[in-house]
Nanobody, 120 residues
Framework: QVQLVESGGGLVQAGGSLRLSCAAS????????MGWFRQAPGKEREFVAR????????SYADSVKGRFTISRDNAKNTVYLQMNSLKPEDTAVYYC?????????????WGQGTQVTVSS
């Protein structure tokens, strides 16, 4: 069992930056591919970014590529999402997720979410 707790959300002006953190419980953090998703009001949850078990590979949604950076610190059981050049359309609840196998069935564990609001 893995528990995920996000933090770092808040209100920021367009063009600003935020860094989200996701702290994971358990001693098997490095066994999971970690990812971030987001859900805006009235929209479906969408993929934002993911990072492989030891951080060697990352991938991003086209909408955030070049602005967001995902990273992880396995010694601290934490994954981060650095968000720069934020836009109002980035406003959403951001969720951390962990997957033993990243595939069509989706992540195995989810955090409770953290709100990010970008004002214009």
């Amino acid at each position: 069992q893995v528990q995920l707790v996000e933090s770092g959300g808040g209100l920021v002006q367009a063009g600003g930056s935020l860094r989200l953190s996701c702290a994971a419980s358990g001693r098997t953090f490095s066994s999971y591919t970690m990812g971030w998703f987001r859900q805006a009001p009235g929209k479906e949850r969408e993929f934002v970014a993911r990072i492989s078990m030891y951080g060697g590979r990352t991938s991003y949604a086209d909408s955030v590529k070049g602005r967001f950076t995902i990273s992880r610190d396995n010694a601290k059981n934490t994954v981060y999402l650095q968000m720069n050049s934020l836009k109002p359309e980035d406003t959403a609840v951001y969720y951390c997720a962990a997957a033993s196998v990243w595939g069509v069935n989706g992540p195995d564990y989810w955090g409770q979410g953290t709100q990010v609001t970008v004002s214009s």
